[in-house]
């Protein structure tokens, strides 16, 4: 009884709680969009669509919460919190009407967390209300000539093909001998250098240096030995037209390897693991030409060296989706490298030296490098080193060349020293380049991102006078210039 009497009491209670209505809002602004609000306004907005690198606008209507002034200003702006900058462009905030402003000229320049604010300002003081919106890229999209251009840089790996000026490329014999040559110290003059001090594996065969360092400074770039079969010419200089060739000039360079011919002949000859390793290579004993044993081992020095190949990047993956239209694929390549990628088609023109499977021509370019190896010397580049290939025993048309037709040996017979190739040097692979810092010549730009910016601001006035016409300053933004990078570095094997 006592229990019913209680509830009695409280059913009025209960009946005036269900029948009281809803609570008035503090204030409605006079347009539906996104809300927020401070403590004494709410503010709704409205958005034109946004785009990554596209101006947008924004429509806006606030109200006072009871008690509060009417808001008098506006100001809008917009930052990305986790990079701590915001908008290259101020809004411009236009009145249209009683609590009512439209702000025009923002811009988000790159995709990711942005987050506007919309400081109102009212009886003194101001109200600072922000919202937080992510911001998709834009999708990047190709031209048929763009696709085209990208289909060219593939398919990877390419087919290898023996090489004729060499009997004893492909040879498992022959690879495993040059292998353990390329990790002998006694080749050099010294005993202490290798070919692995320069070439060091675990850094993609490249030593990480400005300038190499043998028994002495160089004044040249440690280029890798990664893809090295498929060049036409070698060295920064293309002083060597065969990689056999190329592989005997460090060991009688004084700065490097500071061996002769007949140090390296009698090595092979008194030590018997190696005796051995030339007789199974070549099938026979070694000879009493000591220039022949020498070539020998530079054969046997680039057979091991043609097996390091390069493998599958990110951007091969993408490259074979977009030959077969596996959409699903190419979603997996990341958008700041599509953009990249974009630029080096498009805008970049970066195919004109870099281009095919190993995004390079295997040619020589002036790229607006100083030429100066130290104070007081020049480097040449390309001239001193057509004079040097002409001056040489070792070259195609000498009688080292294991082609009978000597049909490797046509550039070499055709190539002519010209005023023009001063200064210049050879365009490398792009493939593997994330591994191959520093870079250029003389190693001077020390980031990738370095290199790309170099190209923007290029310097058309460090151009030598008979130099490159297709050379001109890119511009690039910042946005644009990591873009570039992000797609570089896709270029490396995983």
């Avoid at 709704?44 to 606008?57: C, D, L, M, N, R």
């Avoid at 500071?258 to 390793?277: C, D, K, L, Q």
């Avoid at 890119?474 to 570089?488: G, R, T």
Wanted: charged share 25%; glycine share 8%; net charge neutral.
């Amino acid at each position: 009884m006592e229990k019913r009497r209680a509830a009695l009491r409280l059913l009025p209670v209960l009946l005036g709680l269900a029948l009281a209505p809803a609570a008035a809002p503090a204030c409605e602004p006079a347009l539906n969009g996104t809300r927020v609000e401070s403590s004494r306004f709410v503010l709704s907005y409205q958005s034109t669509p946004i785009e990554v690198g596209k101006h947008f606008a924004l429509d806006i209507a606030a109200c006072s919460k009871p008690g509060a002034p009417e808001p008098e200003s506006l100001k809008v702006d917009a930052q990305m919190p986790e990079h701590r900058h915001g908008m290259n462009y101020a809004a411009k905030v236009t009145k249209t009407g009683p609590q009512r402003w439209r702000a025009e000229g923002l811009l988000f320049h790159m995709p990711g967390r942005w987050e506007l604010s919309f400081e109102l300002r009212a009886g003194g003081t101001s109200d600072v209300m922000r919202n937080s919106l992510v911001v998709a890229s834009a999708p990047v999209r190709f031209t048929e000539e763009e696709k085209r251009s990208i289909l060219s840089h593939g398919p990877w790996p390419p087919k290898l093909v023996p090489d004729p000026s060499n009997r004893v490329s492909g040879n498992p014999e022959a690879i495993a001998f040059g292998e353990r040559l390329f990790f002998e110290p006694r080749l050099s003059g010294t005993g202490s250098v290798l070919c692995a001090t320069c070439h060091v594996p675990y850094r993609g065969f490249h030593d990480g240096r400005a300038r190499g360092f043998g028994l002495e400074d160089v004044d040249r770039n440690t280029q890798s030995v990664v893809d090295a079969r498929f060049n036409r010419w070698f060295g920064w200089d293309g002083a060597n037209d065969s990689l056999w060739a190329q592989s005997i000039r460090p060991l009688l360079d004084p700065r490097e390897m500071r061996s002769n011919a007949t140090t390296v002949s009698r090595f092979i000859r008194n030590n018997p693991p190696f005796r051995t390793g030339y007789e199974r290579a070549f099938g026979k004993k070694p000879p009493e030409d000591d220039e022949e044993v020498l070539v020998d081992v530079g054969k046997a020095l680039a057979a091991f060296q043609e097996t390091l190949v390069s493998g599958r990047t990110a951007f091969d993956d993408y490259r074979d989706a977009l030959e077969s239209n596996d959409v699903r694929e190419m979603q997996k390549y990341p958008e700041d490298a599509k953009r990249g990628l974009k630029i080096f088609v498009g805008k970049g023109n970066c195919g004109l030296c870099h281009f095919g499977p190993r995004f390079t021509n295997g040619e020589f370019a002036d790229t607006g490098i100083a030429f100066f190896a130290r104070k007081g010397v020049v480097d040449p580049g390309r001239q001193g080193g057509i004079k040097k290939l002409r001056s040489s025993g070792l070259t195609l048309l000498g009688r080292f060349n294991d082609d009978p037709a000597q049909a490797t040996a046509l550039a070499t017979l055709y190539v002519e020293a010209q005023h023009r190739n001063f200064g210049e040097f050879r365009v490398p692979t792009l493939r593997n380049v994330a591994r191959t810092a520093p870079y250029m010549h003389d190693g001077s730009l020390a980031t990738l991102r370095d290199v790309v910016r170099h190209y923007s601001e290029l310097d058309e006035e460090r151009l030598h006078g008979d130099g490159e016409k297709i050379l001109k300053p890119l511009h690039l933004s910042e946005d644009e210039v990591s873009d570039l990078v992000a797609f570089l570095e896709s270029l490396s094997a995983r």
